[in-house]
């Protein structure tokens, strides 16, 4: 069965400053990676995704992440927050068997940023 | 274009009682998945279906069930409800099952 880490659960960020934000998994089988933001009384953005190809993947609001599958990590940085990035981020993964694609999340990480 | 909807937004039962939940996907989306999140926890799988048929289920009892119409668009009930049920439940949709999920703004139960 697969499962997601997110190894802290709150993350306090000086605005401007970098943030790394650490998830990993475990799977027995190949997988699909995701990173989701969530915003206060709404529900889920998908930030980036990896499925295969390039391990650096860049996605929306200036995030990116590397896939590391010997350490099988997915850590999200981004080099300069702003108050604006101030939500709740979820790493998930789905085993990339086709049939069947539901998603498993981490317990989330809190950013807070600091003005 | 309209983003995956969901209705009720809030909605207040009592123990014991049923509740059904209604999601629309994205317009052309043949998949729907279901999923509840706890506060303070990551969303946990459901239910997924893809062209009206259960393409799986997430560890959760039989009080919970599913099931998706012809135009997509699925509904998630919940009978003799307890009090941990009460959580946010996020509907998200897809093309098809190997596509990214678009999440709706959720519906949230309180039990009391």
């Known amino acids: 069965a697969q499962s997601v880490t997110q190894l802290d659960s709150q993350v306090p960020v000086f605005e401007e400053a970098p943030v790394e934000l650490r998830c990993n998994y475990s799977?027995?089988?190949?997988?699909?990676l995701f990173w989701y933001v969530q915003y206060p009384n709404q529900g889920l953005q998908l930030l980036l995704k990896y499925l295969s190809g390039s391990t650096l993947v860049k996605g929306i609001n200036g995030f990116e992440a590397e896939f590391n599958k010997s350490q099988t990590s997915f850590h999200l940085r981004k080099p300069s927050v702003h108050i604006s990035d101030t939500a709740e981020y979820f790493c998930a993964v789905s085993e990339s068997n086709f049939g069947n694609e539901k998603l498993t999340f981490g317990t989330g990480t809190r950013l807070t940023i600091i003005p | 274009d309209a983003g995956v909807t969901q209705s009720p937004t809030h909605l207040i039962k009592t123990r014991g009682q049923q509740v059904t939940l209604r999601c629309s996907p994205i317009?052309?989306?043949?998949?729907v998945s279901w999923y509840q999140q706890v506060l303070g926890q990551g969303p946990q799988f459901i239910f997924q279906y893809y062209e009206k048929e259960e393409r799986g289920r997430g560890n959760f009892p039989d009080r919970f069930s599913a099931r998706q119409f012809p135009n997509y668009s699925s509904e998630l009930n919940v009978n003799a409800l307890l009090l941990g049920d009460s959580a946010l439940y996020l509907c998200?949709?897809?093309?098809?099952?190997?596509?990214?999920?678009?999440f709706g703004p959720g519906t949230r139960l309180t039990v009391t």
């Open positions: 998200a949709s897809s093309f098809r099952l190997a596509d990214e999920q678009y």
């Open positions: 317009s052309g989306h043949k998949s």
């Open positions: 799977s027995s089988v190949s997988v699909y």
